[in-house]
């Protein structure tokens, strides 16, 4: 599934976007359990991506899902996006 990052989240991934492999499907909860696990160390300066997740709202395929435990399939685009001043 393509991941992609917005914002401080992407400050805290180190990139906008990546590939994760997912051979099924996953909850939006293991899905951030494997992105931390994938960026355990934030760049220099910036919260740590377990830091920021839990206040990101999460778009699957441009739909939001607030569920933690909805499935997402394994070729679905994630977008996660953390609060945006003013908004």
């Not at 960026?39 to 839990?54: F, I, M, R, Y």
Request: contains cysteine.
């Amino acid at each position: 599934m393509l991941v992609r990052y917005f914002a401080a989240a992407a400050a805290s991934a180190g990139t906008e976007q990546e590939e994760v492999a997912a051979d099924t499907a996953m909850t939006r909860s293991e899905l951030q359990q494997v992105l931390t696990h994938l960026h355990p160390v934030a760049p220099a300066g910036e919260k740590t991506l377990a830091q920021v997740l839990p206040q990101c709202s999460w778009l699957v395929n441009g739909v939001a899902r607030k569920d933690p435990e909805s499935p997402i399939a394994p070729a679905a685009t994630v977008d996660v996006l953390p609060p945006f001043a003013g908004g």
